[in-house]
């Protein structure tokens, strides 16, 4: 089965550290890109960094860019979302996703992951 679980989401101070981790099984992450995405209540979702399979280069949102480290390992199949320097902001269930397009596209076709909640406050 082909699918794409999430964990590692919580409650957290601002200022605070959080990693995410998307663990692929049923195909490898060489499958394409790898991306991390979020969405907030009331709020569209989008897009917060990616991973290429192709070049290894990594994307960012300018609100996540110094923040956050998106990262894979091959050997376990997963790809981890390191987050530091958490603001209120950042609160929102965030989701990985795969595509086969390894050059990150705007849209991901799937697989999704069924999302992790991520709660940033005091």
């Known amino acids: 089965q082909v699918q794409l679980v999430e964990s590692g989401g919580g409650l957290v101070q601002p200022g605070g550290s959080l990693r995410l981790s998307c663990a692929a099984s049923?195909?490898?992450?060489?499958?394409?890109?790898i991306g991390w995405f979020r969405q907030a209540p009331g709020k569209e979702r989008e897009g917060v960094s990616c991973?290429?399979?192709?070049?290894?280069?990594?994307y960012y949102a300018d609100s996540v860019k110094g923040r956050f480290t998106i990262s894979r390992d091959n050997a376990k199949n997963t790809v981890y979302l390191q987050m530091n320097s958490l603001k209120p902001e950042d609160t929102a269930v965030y989701y990985c996703?795969?595509?086969?397009?390894?050059?990150?596209?705007?849209?991901?076709?799937?697989?999704w992951g069924q999302g992790t909640q991520v709660t940033v406050s005091s």
């Open positions: 991973v290429s399979s192709y070049n290894g280069n990594t």
């Open positions: 049923g195909f490898s992450l060489d499958y394409g890109a």
């Open positions: 996703a795969a595509d086969p397009d390894p050059l990150c596209p705007l849209n991901f076709t799937g697989p």
